[in-house]
T-cell receptor, first 112, second 114 residues
């Protein structure tokens, strides 16, 4: 079945270092979404990418959607302790676009 | 103040008991979802509903039931048939109007069954 995979599963960085998480889909996606879940919290929508090769920035966060629309990445420049949490990518299901298929998430720990 | 509410935040039950988790939204969203999250895991879809009086099974529906009698409400019942019910349960909703179809999540209910 359709799968969305993320790597790495965990990442520990020193504050100020950069961080990247990668998302790969088994199928071509019409769009990809990214969510952040703080420890003990709930997922919060960050962004949606739609176009092939699209790059969007939100302050220190850079999101990319691959040319083939099967992969995506989230890069954080100069991490801060407020970046701690789990980052999920998600794409619409082929069988029902009302459903999202979530990746397993990448948990980021930042040492001050 | 629009949003999704889930209650209670923490719930404790004995094995063999059914338990119903509440989810209410005032965002006027058509679609609603229930996910289960286990420690260190991603989100697994239990049930979803795209319109009132209609719902579909997700990937892990066994041992769960839902109803969607009102647009605002999508309660989830964890039955005694669910073999491993202890988990974090998240409810979400989504607008049917584009162009962005993000899901809005409630604060979640942590269910512990002993």
């Amino acid at each position: 079945g359709q799968q969305v995979m993320q790597i790495p599963q965990y990442q520990h960085v020193q504050e100020g270092e950069d961080f990247t998480t990668y998302c790969n889909s088994s199928t071509t996606l019409s769009n990809i979404q990214w969510y952040k879940q703080r420890p003990g919290g709930h997922p919060v929508f960050l962004i949606q990418l739609v176009k092939s090769g699209e790059v969007k920035k939100q302050k220190r966060l850079t999101f990319q959607f691959g040319e083939a629309k099967k992969n995506s990445s989230l890069h954080i420049t100069a991490t801060q302790t407020t970046d701690v949490g789990t980052y999920f990518c998600a794409g619409p299901s082929e069988s029902n676009t009302g459903k999202l298929i979530f990746g397993q998430g990448t948990t980021l720990q930042v040492k001050p | 103040d629009g949003g999704i509410t889930q209650s209670p935040k923490y719930l404790f039950r004995k094995e063999g008991q059914n338990v119903t988790l509440s989810c209410e939204q005032n965002l006027n969203h058509d679609a609603m979802y229930w996910y289960r999250q286990d420690p260190g895991q991603g989100l697994r879809l239990i049930y979803y509903s795209q319109i009132v009086n209609d719902f579909q099974k997700g990937d892990i529906a066994e041992g769960y039931s839902v109803s969607r009698e009102k647009k605002e409400s999508f309660p989830l019942t964890v039955t005694s048939a669910q073999k491993n019910p202890t988990a974090f349960y998240l409810c979400a909703s989504r607008s049917s109007r584009g162009p962005i179809y993000e899901q809005y999540f409630g604060p979640g209910t942590r269910l512990t069954v002993t």
